[in-house]
């Protein structure tokens, strides 16, 4: 089993930038690749960004140039920063590795 905790979700406005944060614990091996994931209201789930070990990175077209996914092998984090955040942003987002889910962080973009 592992387990997925995500923070730093929250209400902000348009072009203005937020961090969220997932930390990984129980049978979790530095070795997977972690992702982070959307779910806007009414949409299907989406890959937002995901990163190998090696730090190799994947970005949807949507974020690239805005968001920056990045890990700690040794803290088994994984972070996503996020800039000039759009109100196409606003969704739950996920952490994933391995088949695993966290219970995702609100993200709201809003005037």
């Known amino acids: 089993q592992v387990q997925l905790v995500e923070s730093g979700g929250g209400l902000v406005q348009p072009g203005g930038s937020l961090r969220l944060s997932c930390a990984a614990s129980?049978?979790?091996?530095?070795?997977?690749?972690m992702g982070w994931y959307r779910q806007a209201a009414g949409k299907e789930r989406e890959l937002v960004a995901r990163?190998?070990?090696?730090?190799?990175?994947n970005y949807a077209d949507p974020v690239k140039g805005r968001f920056t996914i990045s890990r700690d092998n040794a803290k088994n984090t994984v972070n996503l920063q996020m800039n000039s955040l759009n109100s196409e942003d606003t969704a739950v987002y996920y952490c994933?590795?391995?088949?695993?889910w966290g219970k995702g962080t609100l993200v709201t973009v809003s005037l």
């Open positions: 129980g049978r979790f091996f530095s070795a997977n690749v």
């Open positions: 994933n590795t391995n088949g695993y």
């Open positions: 990163i190998f070990s090696d730090g190799t990175t």
